[in-house]
């Protein structure tokens, strides 16, 4: 029994004219999806008819979430939505695709009624498991539809997904299939066999079957699916691509292709509707191109404890450091919903644990399932909760590093720390020393890179990330360091240290040379700085922790002995060397610059072999600055 009353006949038109819009706007484009769109079309137009959602309610936390997780369907979204007055129909047809609009070839969330960005497939169940757990968490009503295509179930992130909503009890969460069976290269059984429904029930999901393109059967089955809670629902939905144009249905050569204007005519005609394509084109050459204002958050509310300071002569991973503070912000905000904490079946490795046995209400294992982990953790992130992602550095960023770019477009809050980054992790050998992790997240725009140098550094920087809007990434070293002290040989990260973001510091000053270092690399800096003192050679000591933030000040002081020699261990040719080498040239400063860092692929021994294999022990890069000066 259909709980709200619905026109069914009203939908019907209202498809009919979407179907238009859909073949509008992929022919003046002369690209986009039309084939897979006019599938989708009536579960599109039944879900945003069903759903708690209105451009009324856009920021009401109540409201349901729907995520469209193959995004390439943009043309049947933005015809529905258009059609639902959430914006003018008229610029959604004519400026799709066009540079500059906000009608991108694939959904955004800068379109009013889309809550995340999906390309690439597979994202789309991870994302709503993200948005129905922090209903949960945060104990919100609120329904999430998830609607997908069937070619996408291909992918093992979808079945990651499948298997954390049942873990979860996620029964707020209700999957829409669109199953007209064919992909871009052909019929699916043929491409990828698959099984669809056994996939789903087998994992534990209830699965309803029925015709996409019958309303009736739509709304009777989300009616269903809002009854039974006891279970997440997948709806299959059989439906025709390219439905209600006789030359395009069930043919996947319309899955990404446009129709030529002729074809479009003929198919206008068809629907009964006017080919007045000219309209829109003298709109679209007329485009002019706005700046998108970015929405400024509020700052999370979160108690920050008291800063732990570590005293001189301890030795401290960083990692320890970092579940010290998360434990920490378990204490202080037993009762704050708004945080929670990600591990991929390595808390012991991570120092997670201690946060779950503080806090195991907003503690998630996600196994070993991190491409998973890091969207619903990134969706997590977007509803006004602090959300930690903890893992070991290949696997947090090398494994989901296409994860991580979406959570970057998608503007989310994520708080990113792993840990065992670099060659510190030494016995693993080559496939688990992460060298590469600077070069990668470089190429994220909006996450900021942070590299703690020893133990109060760390505990000054996550206490930080916590009350900071933003994505941040914090890569942390395997092994125990000394706690860095100045040069009066007391602690310099002390309790007066406050934490300013893009701020380098002067460890040691000389006047021969300036050696910049990060994280674990300081500690051996140092040792470095003594050997050649005790040799009557001065150098300057710089931590740049802040990598993806050069003060120029601060690189103007370093450059002022004339030489810098960067020290780490990551890719020589995508790190922080790099990174010091373009920004002296964009400051116009003038300094001869050196790099030591990783060269070739690490091998397995202790952290001291691995170091002096590569060369990068203090020793051999002492004796190379001296050839370098003397």
Known sequence: MIKKAIDFRYLLELSRICRGDILKMTTLARSGHPGGSMSSLDLYLSLYHYANISKQNLKNINRDRIVISHGHTAPGIYSVLGRLGFFNIDEAIAYFRKAGSIFEGHVEPSIPGIEWATGNLGQGLSAGCGFALAGKQKGLKYNVYVVMGDGEQQKGQVSEARRFAIKYGLNNITVLIDYNKLQICGNISFIMPQNIKENFLSDGWRVIEIDGHDFQQIFSALDEANSNKNSPIAILSNTIMGKGISFMENNEEFHGKAL???????????????????????????????????????????????????????????????????????????????????????????????????????????????????????????????????????????????????????????????????????????????????????NLFNYKIIIPADANQTDKIIRYIASENGNFFIPLGRSKTEIILDENNEVFYNENYLFKYGKAYKLRSGNDATIIATGIMVEKALKVYDILKSEGI???????????????????????????????????????????????????INCKLIKFGVTQYGVSGSNEEVYKEQGLDPESVSNKIKRFLI
């Not at 080919?275 to 998108?292: G, Q, S």
């Not at 945080?339 to 294992?365: H, I, M, W």
């Not at 602090?386 to 550095?393: A, E, L, P, V, W």
């Open 538 to 588: 001065i150098i300057s000591v710089w931590n740049f922790s802040c990598v993806s933030e050069i003060n120029e000040n601060d690189l103007k002081d370093a450059a002022s002995t004339g030489y810098i020699f960067t020290y780490e261990d990551h890719n020589v040719n995508t790190g922080v060397g790099c990174i010091i080498t373009s920004k002296l040239m964009e400051y116009g």
């Open 260 to 442: 030529t204007d002729s074809q479009c005519k003929q198919a206008l005609e068809e629907l009964g509707l006017k080919f007045d394509l000219e309209k829109y084109r003298k709109m679209r050459d007329n485009f002019t191109l706005t700046k998108m204002k970015t929405e400024k958050l509020d700052k999370p509310k979160i108690n920050l404890g008291n800063f732990k300071i570590y005293k001189k002569g301890d030795k401290i991973a960083c990692r320890n450091a970092f579940g010290n503070a998360l434990a920490d912000l378990a204490r202080v905000n037993k009762n704050n919903v708004e945080l929670a904490v990600f591990d991929c079946d390595l808390t012991g490795s991570v120092r997670t644990d201690s946060f779950a046995k503080e806090n195991p209400d907003n503690f998630y294992q996600g196994g070993i399932q991190e491409h998973n982990t890091a969207v619903i953790a990134g969706a997590m992130s977007k509803e006004g909760i602090i959300t930690f992602f903890s893992d070991f550095g290949v696997f947090g960023v090398d494994e989901t590093y296409n994860q991580q770019r979406l959570n970057d477009i998608n503007n989310t809050n994520l708080k990113l720390v792993t840990t065992h980054v670099g060659l510190d992790v030494g016995e693993d050998g080559k496939t688990h020393q992460c060298i590469d992790y600077i070069g990668l997240m470089q």
